[in-house]
């Protein structure tokens, strides 16, 4: 029936390989999927859905998941985060909170937010389709400019300076300060 047929095949041992290197190939890790290796290792794999990781060993958590010894980023649908769109960067050492995040529109409205932590994301700045900017605060920004830090920040609310000479200043205690840096 002109179907060229071969064996499952594993990373070590791929079903279509060259003469000469024969731990670098094509093989199926898993129905329905692709995977290709160099030296005996998987180092990319299509899944089922058509998403593609490139670096991870498992099936891909988006369309594209590039994964390193320490350092990955992620380009995809955020679930587990309002389903929003997502790039995530984890840094050396991997782990759940040490990563950085962008968002963007999740099917309510349009934004673009940037946050910390992969489990639990705690948003930094948020960029709404008003033209709001909002700092520190979990919601959208009440106005054009909302600055609301967590409760553990201990630094002042807002400063406005010249150079390095210092001439607003906004406490956390709501104290404002004109040319001066305790108000």
């Avoid at 988006?62 to 380009?75: P, R, V």
């Avoid at 991997?94 to 639990?120: M, R």
């Avoid at 010249?162 to 709501?174: C, M, Q």
Wanted: aromatic fraction near 6%; hydrophobic fraction near 35%; charged fraction near 15%.
């Amino acid at each position: 029936n002109g179907n060229i047929r071969a064996s499952v095949g594993t990373a070590a041992s791929p079903s279509y390989t060259f003469r000469t290197d024969q731990d670098t190939g094509m093989w199926m890790p898993a129905s329905n999927s692709l995977a290709f290796s160099t030296l005996g290792a998987e180092r990319m794999r299509i899944n089922s859905a058509g998403n593609i990781s490139i670096g991870s060993t498992g099936s891909p958590d988006a369309k594209l998941h590039l994964e390193t010894d320490g350092d990955s980023l992620l380009i995809g649908s955020a679930t587990s985060i309002n389903n929003a769109n997502l790039i995530r960067i984890t840094g050396a050492g991997g782990g759940t909170g040490n990563a950085a995040n962008i968002l963007w529109g999740d099917g309510s409205g349009y934004f673009l937010d940037f946050s910390t932590n992969q489990v639990s994301p705690v948003k930094l700045l948020t960029l709404d389709d008003r033209g709001g900017v909002s700092i520190g605060n979990e919601g959208s920004p009440d106005g054009a400019l909302d600055i609301n830090p967590a409760s553990t920040y201990t630094g002042p609310l807002f400063i406005v300076a010249s150079g390095s000479k210092e001439r607003l200043r906004v406490t956390s205690a709501g104290n404002v300060g004109k040319g001066t840096t305790g108000p």
